[in-house]
């Protein structure tokens, strides 16, 4: 089993609805949750960050944390093309010394016009 | 601000040729980190670094796979002898470390460098 698990996807989603991600890990002694987003031929970069169970907002993102069911997953209302792209999930796995992350394999989205 | 800083964005080599790839981690920051992303095996960590000192290399894939930090504002991955498997994008990686709270703080990247070994 992976550490971390995500759908490779893809996932269609027409524009403005809500595309949902899930992910799940497999240490339940994670403390911190990323999520990223790449596009083709560019770098990750940082979407949200939660630490916390429930959800936390962040514009036309959700990020919703279950430690108890170890999943996070990450909403994304009123979809644009723009956000076509690979979404990677990122959990930070207990045990590792220092500040080591482990990423998902990513779930690339694609919005339709 | 800067962010990470990578050089070179593209390397074409041929196989046993030696490969230095160069990372400027965000001042301020402690911790440094090397990723390969490749199609069949997503993004994985290679080494990462606290406070200039190597605390996990477990990902290295061998020992044709070296990694330095001689200061705080440099880092190189060096592949000797190189060989086509090694063909990736390879990306750093750098972050404040923990915040204040003690959780794992969030890692900025690099725009990471296209390696191509024939």
């Known amino acids: 089993q992976k550490e971390v698990e995500q759908n490779s996807g893809p996932l269609s989603v027409p524009e403005g609805a809500i595309a949902s991600l899930n992910c799940t890990y497999s240490?339940?002694?994670?403390?911190?949750f990323f999520w990223y987003r790449q596009y083709s031929g560019k770098s990750p970069e940082l979407i949200m960050f939660i630490y916390s169970n429930g959800d936390k907002e962040d514009g036309r993102f959700t990020a919703q944390l279950n430690k108890a069911s170890q999943y996070v997953s990450l909403l994304i209302r009123d979809s644009q093309p723009s956000d076509s792209a690979t979404y990677l999930c990122a959990v930070n796995i207990l045990g590792a010394a220092g500040n080591k992350l482990t990423f998902g394999g990513g779930t690339r989205v694609l919005v339709k016009p | 601000d800067a962010g990470v800083i990578q050089s070179p964005r593209h390397e074409v080599t041929e196989m046993g040729q030696e490969v230095t790839l160069r990372c400027k981690p965000i001042?301020?920051?402690?911790?440094l980190f090397w990723y390969r992303q490749t199609m069949m095996r997503g993004l994985e960590l290679l080494i990462y670094f606290n406070n200039n000192v190597p605390i996990d290399d477990s990902g290295m894939p061998e020992d044709r796979f070296s990694a330095k930090m001689p200061n705080a504002s440099f880092s190189t991955l060096k592949i000797q002898p190189s060989e086509p498997r090694d063909s990736a994008v390879y990306f750093c990686?750098?972050?404040?470390?923990?915040?204040?709270?003690?959780?794992?703080?969030?890692?900025?990247f690099g725009p990471g460098t296209r390696l191509t070994v024939l």
């Open positions: 240490d339940r002694g994670s403390q911190s």
């Open positions: 001042s301020g920051h402690n911790s």
């Open positions: 990686a750098s972050s404040p470390g923990r915040d204040r709270r003690g959780n794992t703080d969030t890692q900025y």
